[in-house]
């Protein structure tokens, strides 16, 4: 059986409250002991410092992807697994979501949001068929959720659109979702 991978997007800040970044190290470390590898945007710094510290502390595999323009910006991990440079932000993307078997969405700003809705926008179109789970951690994407019925219940998005999101409340839920979904 092959190494299942997680593509995680978060914010490269650690945001306002303390639980954001305690879901981010508990997820790492969750990834690292199913022995599933973390993909996500190789920075060293706010929630993608912490799920990446984690995931090596407890002995997990990780794929890192930065664009050159975000090295320094986002303190670059170049102790990772493995550690990838890209031109853009698009490539970046392209290289995560290509590289994993699922998406999970910490909490994060609108880079978070950006990739969230990129992995969104390629599911509905049929691109690929991955499992994407919104950890929402504190009620941090409740408007988030709410936006998103509005977008189906306004008829801008099929209603297969809402299925194709599992939102969960922690690190372990999601653990959950995904052991369910990647089995």
Wanted: charged share 20%.
């Amino acid at each position: 059986m092959s190494q299942k991978s997680v593509c995680v997007y978060c914010g490269s800040r650690n945001g306002a409250n303390k639980a954001y970044s305690e879901a981010a190290h508990e997820f790492g470390t969750l990834l690292a002991h199913e022995g599933w590898r973390l993909v996500y945007g190789a920075g060293d710094v706010g929630l993608m410092g912490e799920v990446a510290r984690a995931a090596q502390a407890a002995g997990g595999d990780t794929f890192g992807v930065i664009p050159v323009h975000l090295l320094q910006r986002e303190v670059g991990k170049t102790d990772l697994t493995r550690f990838v440079v890209t031109e853009t932000m698009h490539e970046r993307k392209k290289v995560m979501i290509m590289n994993a078997d699922a998406v999970v969405v910490l909490p994060g700003g609108p880079g978070s949001l950006d990739e969230l809705f990129e992995a969104l926008t390629w599911r509905q179109l049929g691109l690929h068929d991955k499992p994407i789970l919104i950890v929402n951690v504190g009620g941090y994407w409740d408007a988030l959720h709410t936006l998103l019925d509005q977008v189906i219940g306004q008829g801008f998005a099929d209603a297969s659109m809402a299925d194709f999101v599992s939102w969960v409340d922690d690190a372990e839920a999601a653990m959950a979702v995904l052991r369910e979904k990647l089995a």
